[in-house]
């Protein structure tokens, strides 16, 4: 442990330059604002809408079994119910594996007592995965070892790999919107989960926008305008979606996403020129504004 945590600060500290001049109150600074961190939205969660700070504590385990693929799941279970009964058992002889469910299992706790905000699905928590796809080896490997045969063992590898294999190709480019099966994938999760909340798919609209739109047209953009501004053609402008008084401007296009319905409920009578999808699921819209 002394190790690793002297690893991990060296890391940290010669990756994050915020720490550089006041290593220990700067980290410190950080780790309040982070435990409280400003988000002004709201997040979508089992068809129902909550202040970051006020999800249920199902939240991230909900999330973790319908957004990793099948297999992790069915293999996570036992690994962790079998290393649960070890550490009952035996638990002076598992060190490693204290440290290895603690891992998993003291982020979570500190999510539940603080009431840390927490948005945009799971994506907050993604240092705790080493442990659960460890956690779900151990059932892999206890599966080896009893049947013994290389040729089953790689057919049952290959099986494993096939959901992910599917879930990227067919979402790709828009791989971290997986939804597993057990909520009925993509178009299951749509209206109660959420979906493209980092805005991918304003580039494959702002596409449509340089080849169909004319010179110098002004485009009106809900949420972060990055992915278009660094997508868009030289003359197109773009401009940042700030208020209910920024629909009174004079613009051409307004490029909105399905986040918290944004999508039917700005310029609802607008006409939708095109329309962003995958698997079927709407992702953003443009409208054309009537002069």
């Given at each position: ?20 001049d006041s290593p220990t109150y700067h980290f410190l600074e ?26 249920p504590w199902t939240f991230i385990p909900v999330l973790m ?147 169909n739109i004319p010179a110098n047209a002004k485009i009106l ?71």
């Amino acid at each position: 442990m002394i190790a690793y945590f002297s690893i991990a600060s060296l890391t940290t500290f010669l990756a994050w330059p915020f720490l550089w001049d006041s290593p220990t109150y700067h980290f410190l600074e950080a780790f309040q604002v982070m435990t409280v961190f400003p988000f002004e939205g709201v997040v979508r969660f089992m068809g129902g809408y909550y202040s970051p700070a006020a999800l249920p504590w199902t939240f991230i385990p909900v999330l973790m079994l319908i957004q990793f693929t099948e297999p992790v799941i069915l293999l996570f279970l036992p690994g962790f119910v079998s290393s649960i009964w070890s550490l009952v058992r035996h638990f002076s002889d598992n060190k490693k594996l204290i440290i290895l469910i603690a891992w998993f299992a003291v982020p979570f706790g500190v999510f539940l007592l603080l009431h840390s905000n927490v948005y945009d699905n799971f994506r907050q928590f993604f240092f705790i995965l080493p442990p659960i796809f460890v956690l779900a080896g151990v059932t892999l490997d206890q599966i080896y070892r009893r049947i013994r045969r290389r040729d089953v063992n790689l057919a049952i590898t290959i099986a494993l790999l096939i959901p992910g294999i599917l879930g990227i190709v067919s979402l790709h480019p828009y791989e971290y919107i997986y939804y597993n099966s057990f909520v009925g994938g993509i178009r299951g999760a749509a209206a109660n989960f959420e979906t493209d909340y980092w805005l991918t798919s304003y580039r494959e609209a702002t596409v449509y926008l340089n080849a169909n739109i004319p010179a110098n047209a002004k485009i009106l953009v809900f949420g972060n305008t990055f992915n278009v501004d660094h997508n868009a053609r030289k003359d197109l402008r773009i401009f940042g979606f700030d208020s209910e008084n920024a629909i009174q401007g004079d613009y051409d296009y307004v490029l909105i996403s399905t986040r918290y319905n944004a999508h039917l409920t700005i310029l609802p009578d607008a006409e939708v020129i095109y329309e962003v999808r995958k698997n079927g699921v709407l992702l953003c819209v443009i409208k054309k504004l009537a002069k």
